[in-house]
């Protein structure tokens, strides 16, 4: 029995089977706009603007219908964001 529950424990975690905090998806969020921003090569840039619009379209799917999570995420990435860059805050899709 062990044997099925601790793999299946270690894939569910793996995938986020655990429900994240409002502060830990907005510091993901973060973090990957700051690999947007701070990219020295148009490679890595276009590989960081993929990673950054693939987590934003997971994170508008998964909270679509939680519009108070939706909202704090929201809230903390904009404050995050304006910390790092004034003004910029936005996937531009560029």
């Known amino acids: 029995m062990y044997k099925i529950i601790l793999p299946l424990a270690v894939l569910m ?21 700051k690999k947007v921003m701070e990219a020295k090569d148009e ?28 909202e704090k995420v929201t809230e903390l990435t904009d404050e995050c964001l304006e910390e790092t860059e004034e003004g910029h805050h936005d996937y531009d899709g560029d």
Do not use: H, P
Not at 22 to 32: G, H, P, R
Not at 43 to 70: C, G, I, P
């Open 43 to 70: 490679v890595t840039r276009d590989k960081a603007k993929e990673d950054l619009k693939a987590f934003s379209e997971q994170f508008d799917e998964e909270f679509k219908n939680d519009d108070a999570m939706y």
């Open 13 to 33: 975690s793996a995938c986020g089977g655990g429900k994240k905090s409002a502060e830990e998806i907005s510091k993901e969020w973060c973090d990957l706009n």
